[in-house]
Every structure is written in structure tokens, then in C-alpha cells.
């Protein structure tokens, strides 16, 4: 058996916090078909202090390997940086979030999400964690593209009946 990372056993923790705190939420959010996680925000990495189950599922990341982990290494590297930039930006003023960016699984996939990031606040008021749903958009993206493929050849079919009847 692997020895766990101090941020493991951190996680950990949190986790065991964060569902004696929320009892009947964490169980809703564990059986519901969205792809969410928690994030920790006092630390500006974002790690994920929670992931469900139909995350999991979508990124192909196992529980224990993903707790630790920042919620920005679920995005893939040739994401657009003005997106990543906007996400930085609202988890680190504690605003609301509403994005599409590109993704990448445990095996290097990419996939396309939209991204809802919403603060998570204490009794005090202060931000303690950050709530993430993923709604997967990849097969949207994939239409779209697919569409803009045959506007594009209709296009240039269009242009070479225009030039012969010229």
C-alpha cells in the first residue's frame, strides 16, 4: 500500500470536515449526476477537498489520486489563457464563475466543459470553499464543429458554381 502525502492526509481531513458539516448536501452531492468538487479556498491552488462520483466518472480520476489536487490540473494545457486567466480571477475574489474550457481526463483526454464556480461562505462570511460543477459540452463541441465543416464546404461549393455561371 502507497504511503499518503501530507496534502493527501490534508485532504483527507478537509473532506471529513466538509461532510460532517454538510451532512444531507454532501450526500446529495456525492448521488447526483452533475460532476461537481469542492475546492479549499483559503489555499490559491484551489485543491479539491471533495470530487463526486459522476466527476470521477468523466475524468477517469480515482478519488484518492484527485483529492490534493488543484482544481486547475483538470484543465488542459492548451486551454485558452484568457479563460484560465478569468477563473484565477474569480476564485481568487470570490466571485462567481460561468465558463467554457477545455479539459483533459486522467489519460490525457481532452473533453469540453462548462464550469460553474460558485463561493462557498462561512457563518462569518468568509469564503471557505469554492463549489465547481462541470456540465460536459464535448459532443456539443464536436456538433458544432462538425457543422462548421459543411457550412465551409457548402461555401466553397457555392463559390465555384458562382464562378462557372460568371
Known sequence: MARKSDAQKSAESDVG??????GPFVVAGESTRMPIVFTNARDPACPIIFANDSL???TGHDRAGLLGESIYSLIAEDADPSV?????????RGAGVDCEVKCRRK????????LFVNPVFDAEGKIIQHFVSFFD????KQAQAQAKLLIDEMNHRVKNTLATVQ
Open 17 to 22: 470536515i466538509f461532510q460532517r458539516g454538510l
Open 56 to 58: 470521477l466518472s468523466l
Open 84 to 92: 484560465v486567466a478569468a477563473m484565477r480571477r474569480g476564485f481568487q
Open 107 to 114: 489519460d490525457n483526454s481532452a473533453f469540453w466543459a462548462a
Open 137 to 140: 459540452l464535448t459532443k456539443h
